[in-house]
């Protein structure tokens, strides 16, 4: 079994301890642990969760002049470090 949780022709995670050939959509790095993005909108809503531990994310969101960005969270539960 591969270690995104997935199987393809070029999964050898177990056999030469390389990692997955192809993360889950939205996804990326070695051990598919790693995303984000650019969010460049108007208005809109983004909806994150069930986020894996150790996830490494990160997130930029713009927005043109005179606008604003304003953030809501219904939930937030941070890792300590």
Same mark, same amino acid.
């Given at each position: ?9 070029? =999964? ?9 050939? &192809? ?7 070695? =051990? ?5 993005? %650019? ?18 994310? &990160?997130?930029?969101?713009? %927005? =043109? ?9 219904? %939930? ?6």
């Amino acid at each position: 079994r591969c270690n995104n949780g997935t199987w393809g022709p070029q =999964d050898n995670f177990f056999n030469s301890g390389k990692y997955c050939s &192809e993360c889950r959509p939205g996804w990326s790095g070695g =051990d598919c642990m790693k995303c984000g993005g %650019v969010i460049r909108k108007q208005q809109g809503h983004l909806i994150l969760e069930s986020y894996p531990n150790n996830a490494r994310c &990160e997130w930029t969101i713009q %927005v =043109d002049r005179p606008f604003n960005i304003k953030l809501r969270f219904m %939930v937030l539960s941070l890792e300590s470090h």
